[in-house]
């Protein structure tokens, strides 16, 4: 077995740049808007908006040629009204995931809350242009029939009997209904399965190295196309539901006109429908024929969003918004700041759990922080520690008792949470830049040696949660955030598990100790590490979320009680058209077939984008393809469907479209940092309430969401209506009858237009390159390789781009098969972290492909092998461990194919015996996203027993035992 060192290597940082879209362009949009100073005529028109029209129409349009919002249309000027009124945003579902209590997080997920972003906000915009139609049918529609003054309407025709046709209208009233109710019951179900799947992709995306890691990549295709399959079979019940709406509503403007005529005659036999009856009646019936015709339109659009409450007709939308606005919020309340208090921490008879129904996590908790101690909290896997930090910051519900923190707080997780940024700008968090200071922490933090290597130093790019740095770079990077922040107090998650111990000596006497930066602060250090316990303050020990005892190193080592059997425990372990009929037909096919189309891409691109090389994954933000999966399927699932069978009669064009397709393009562009930062402020939300920074990352929210607005604003109204005069007589009407299908025409291609967009951006997905073949012809062959497990490198080189430095130069040696017997940690590679370490790792798996030299395995080319008969036979345990969504069972064997005898044999050697009696369910036992209903020791033993299962030659240890406890570390030794 092959066990690597303390951290993972530094090599896609050399000269990393994201080439996400750049957000420094909010500050540019300085042009004023036309519409401000725009004349009355101009207004009326919409000739203001022609320089922009003509502008794309000559050329390709950037983000400069945009205009600033109105001030009225600015997030700072409309967030305050929608506070008031509580309608749903985007704006305002950030401001709730970042005050989204842990249990009610837990309950949203960031798959759900991105679908909540991009398809149900968007929801109430998409029916508001039939507002206008709808106001035109009530109106219309009477209008037309009864007598209004000395003109000539249907009652002044045909008498009476035109109540007939008003009956026929009158009985597609609770026909509406029906068919809304029926709508919105298929809009629940499809968008509960368009959670599902966001959802499970969003984690996909985030553990992407572990699913090519272990060959997971089918098992995880089929659950996503399984959903996918459930949400079609939805949306064609939806697409049937369509047709018939179309067939009822194309037969109601014939049905009027047919049932008016026949009871004029039948009513009298000295009614006689002569030409000029029937011209004027025909005329004034074709007048409300198209707002007839469209009531489908007004249904489908608005049971989109629509769902029955208490006699009410609201939506579902505002339904599952308003689901998510109510959710459970950080109680303000659970720490109070009484500055009076002699101790600046203190927690008195306190009683915590994560959920208010929850069993309690943390009992009889009575501790009081000395100010400008150092306190250590030790225990065992699970006994709280990561808990109690999270009851100081008012993470966790209190169920009783009180918490007092005096004064500010600066916080450092236990995973290293980084933002999509340069390292300066994440370790500054917001603050100003103090050259003195920031130099003295980065050399505190052992950084600097890193930022040599660095071609662009602290102003390198970071991707998107810290993918291009190490585990240990990732820790010392958040710590140095925390150093930087100037707080009084400081709470230390296990800040050194993730780096060797010379960094960890060089950072605890630079930065924690007592001969440290943080020397005269009050200071929390939660550890599974006795090496510096000697030199703390005060030692807490936690057992089973209880404080087992208090006191000095020296005390407690005399008391001989649960902190004399943890050293013990650790001395041991260093020892070892009109036919309405056709209407109905065309409809039908053009759904089915556009949802056909639509599962074929999604499919194809969820294929491909499983196939890419981890690299694509390393430089692209995880909100930009996720996007692909929300917004643009919901685009090519709900929208174009409903305007392809609208725009298939013609293809009526107008030369703004060019521009109105390059204003969706830079929308949709612009969206998608929106939800890259909506993801990092989920995931960091504790980290970013401890230093109290919301107020940043709610103006940044509201910069990005202006500049989407700015990219919107001029998309909406280059898409306008316009309306045509009414004629008289009967060819005339029927020329009206063209008129207002084709303008119809002409938006529903615009619509496509703009639209297509979304395939664009999908199809582009499944056209990057793929990673080698998982399978090649000649695998049968390899059933039983490798038999021994001989591994040898030879001159063997790594780079992670093309254009950057190797990370791995001539490396060359040979590990025999059993040298030294059969023991963990047979071979052990240590050095520096960023060293490359890691990167050996990701040359066996061949995440990243060779630049030189070979491997050999029993003497075959790892590069001559597909790349899943390469990975089956290899298992690591990986520095960051991964779980995902799902039962316990899921997580070990996503395939399916072990017993469960077998995966409970796993979890007991992986000494998980404990942990299983105290579920209930069992194997059944649902992991939350991330498994976040875990600790991190607990997640790290998960993907021990995972390895276990695997049974190959060579197991890879990456830094396996950095978040466990000694006693768990000597488990898995």
Not at 844 to 866: H, K, M, P
Request: with cysteine; net charge negative.
């Amino acid at each position: 077995m092959l066990s690597l060192g303390t951290s993972r290597s530094d090599p896609r940082v050399e000269g990393l740049k994201l080439s996400h879209f750049n957000l420094k362009a909010v500050g540019l949009l300085i042009n004023p808007c036309p519409e401000l100073g725009a004349s009355f005529p101009s207004r009326l028109f919409f000739s203001w908006l022609d320089p922009l029209v003509w502008k794309g129409y000559r050329k390709p349009l950037k983000s400069t040629d945009l205009w600033s919002l109105n001030p009225e249309d600015t997030s700072g000027e409309i967030v305050p009204v929608f506070n008031k009124h509580w309608e749903a945003t985007k704006l305002r579902e950030t401001k709730q995931a970042l005050f989204l209590s842990n249990s009610a997080r837990q309950q949203s997920t960031v798959g759900e809350i991105v679908n909540l972003l991009t398809v149900d906000t968007q929801r109430f915009l998409d029916p508001s242009y039939l507002i206008m139609f709808f106001f035109c049918t009530t109106t219309v529609c009477p209008g037309s029939i009864f007598p209004l003054g000395h003109s000539r309407w249907a009652m002044h025709e045909l008498g009476p009997s035109v109540l007939a046709g008003v009956g026929v209208m009158i009985f597609l009233i609770p026909v509406n209904g029906f068919i809304a109710n029926k709508v919105k019951s298929l809009q629940i179900l499809q968008m509960n399965s368009k959670d599902k799947r966001v959802k499970l992709m969003n984690e996909i995306l985030n553990g992407i190295k572990v699913l090519k890691l272990y060959a997971w990549e089918p098992s995880f295709e089929q659950r996503i196309l399984q959903i996918r399959y459930k949400e079609m079979d939805v949306m064609k019940q939806s697409a049937y539901l369509s047709a018939g709406t179309s067939f009822v509503f194309s037969c109601s403007p014939f049905l009027v006109a047919f049932i008016s005529f026949a009871t004029f005659v039948l009513v009298d036999e000295n009614n006689i429908l002569d030409a000029p009856t029937v011209f004027v009646s025909l005329t004034l019936f074709n007048i409300i024929r198209m707002p007839l015709s469209l009531m489908s339109n007004y249904v489908t659009a608005v049971v989109q969003v629509s769902y029955h409450l208490s006699a009410l007709n609201a939506n579902v939308s505002i339904q599952r918004i308003n689901t998510f606005m109510n959710a459970e919020e950080v109680q303000p309340d659970i720490v109070s700041q009484d500055q009076s208090q002699e101790h600046p921490m203190s927690i008195e008879n306190g009683l915590f759990c994560w959920n208010e129904d929850g069993p309690p996590i943390l009992k009889n908790i009575n501790l009081h922080v000395p100010q400008g101690a150092l306190v250590a909290v030790i225990g065992v896997v699970g006994s709280g520690k990561s808990s109690l930090a999270s009851a100081f910051l008012g993470e966790m519900y209190k169920l009783s008792g009180r918490v007092n923190v005096k004064g500010s707080v600066a916080y450092a997780s236990q995973q290293a949470w980084i933002q999509n940024a340069t390292l300066r700008d994440n370790i500054l968090f917001g603050k100003k830049l103090d050259e003195r200071f920031y130099a003295c922490v980065l050399e505190a933090c052992a950084l600097k040696p890193d930022l040599d290597i660095l071609p662009a130093g602290d102003q390198t790019e970071i991707g998107e949660r810290g993918i291009n740095l190490s585990g240990g770079q990732k820790q010392r990077v958040s710590l140095a955030r925390t150093v930087y922040n100037g707080a009084d107090i400081y709470l230390l998650d296990d800040p050194l598990s993730a780096v060797d111990s010379h960094v960890s000596k060089h950072i605890f006497h630079n930065v924690i100790g007592p001969t440290g930066i943080l020397r005269n602060k009050t200071r929390v250090l939660m550890t599974h590490s006795i090496t510096f316990l000697h030199e703390v303050d005060l030692i807490v020990v936690l057992r089973d979320g209880e404080v087992s005892e208090t006191g000095s190193y020296k005390e407690l080592l005399a008391r001989k009680g649960a902190f004399s059997q943890f050293l013990l425990q650790h001395i041991q372990d260093v020892a070892t058209g009109d036919n309405v009929v056709s209407v109905c037909v065309a409809t039908l096919t053009i759904s089915i077939g556009t949802l056909n189309a639509a599962v074929a891409m999604h499919a194809k691109m969820l294929s491909n984008v499983l196939r890419l090389p981890q690299a694509m994954f390393d430089t692209t933000p995880i909100g930009r393809i996720l996007s692909r999966f929300s917004g643009d399927v919901n685009s090519i699932d709900i929208t174009l469907p409903n305007v392809l069978r609208l725009w298939i009669p013609t293809v009526c064009r107008c030369f703004y479209i060019a521009t109105s397709r390059q204003l969706k393009r830079l929308e949709s562009i612009s969206r998608s940092p929106i939800v890259s930062h909506f993801g990092e402020s989920i995931i960091g939300a504790p980290t970013i309430r401890a230093y109290g920074a919301s107020q940043d990352f709610l103006r940044e929210a509201e910069k990005r969401v202006d500049f989407n607005q700015a990219c919107y604003y001029p998309s909406i109204i280059a898409n306008r209506e316009s309306m045509d005069p009414g004629l008289v007589g009967l060819s005339v009407s029927y020329a009206l009858q063209i008129t207002q299908t084709l303008q119809w025409l002409v938006r529903s291609s615009s619509d496509v237009e703009t639209n297509i967009v979304a395939v664009e951006r999908i199809k582009e997905y499944q056209e990057y390159k793929r990673e080698a073949a998982w399978e090649l012809s000649d695998h049968l062959a390899y059933e039983d390789w490798p038999t021994h497990g001989v591994l040898e490198f030879r001159d063997y080189q790594l780079r992670y781009r093309e254009d950057l430095d190797l990370v791995l130069n001539g490396i060359n040696f040979t590990l025999q098969s059993g040298e030294k017997s059969y023991l963990l940690f047979q071979v052990g590679i240590v050095g520096r972290t960023g060293a490359g370490k890691s990167s050996l790792t990701l040359a066996l798996f061949r995440i990243v492909e060779a630049a030189g030299g070979i491997i050999l395995i029993d003497g075959v080319d790892i590069s001559t092998l597909g790349l899943h008969t390469l990975r089956s036979r290899l298992t690591v345990i990986p520095q960051d461990p991964v779980l995902f969504c799902g039962s316990l069972r899921d997580n070990l064997d996503p395939a399916g194919r072990l017993s469960d005898q077998e995966l409970l044999t796993a979890l007991r050697h992986a000494g998980l015996s404990e942990f299983l009696h105290g579920l209930p369910e069992g194997l059944s036992h649902e992991v939350t996203e991330a498994g976040e209903n875990l600790s991190a020791g607990q997640r790290q033993l998960i993907c021990l027993a995972r390895a276990l299962l695997r049974k190959t030659k060579i197991l890879i240890l990456d830094e396996a035992t950095a978040a466990v406890d000694l006693e768990t570390d000597d488990w898995i030794q």
